[in-house]
């Protein structure tokens, strides 16, 4: 019985574990981009919708428009990549 309540216990304790926050991270041009979080969008493939840091600070979430090459930010305005930024690493990375 004793050993049937710890087994209960620890599944009990894996099934409402958090989610691991995890990011990915590459250098690029003496400048270090990581990914925090990302989701596709279902509408338009080519989209993303990203929070990305740079050299550790975090950016709002962006769309990154991978088939017009630009991003746009939460005001609307549309920037095109930089050459070796965020925008390419997400394109690049997720490309199929």
Not at 8 to 19: E, G, K, M, R, S
Not at 39 to 51: C, D, G, L, M, T
Not at 52 to 61: A, K, L, M
Not at 90 to 95: D, Q
Request: glycine share 4%; with cysteine.
């Amino acid at each position: 019985m004793k050993y049937l309540t710890l087994l209960l216990l620890v599944t009990l304790w894996f099934a409402v574990a958090l989610p691991a926050q995890a990011s990915f991270c590459r250098t690029s041009n003496h400048r270090v981009i990581c990914i925090k979080s990302i989701k596709r969008s279902a509408k338009n493939y080519w989209e993303y919708r990203a929070v990305v840091s740079i050299d550790g600070v975090e950016r709002p979430v962006e769309v990154y428009n991978c088939r017009d090459r630009a991003k746009i930010r939460r005001d609307g305005t549309i920037v095109p990549f930089e050459s070796n930024g965020a925008g390419e690493l997400i394109c690049n990375l997720l490309k199929k």
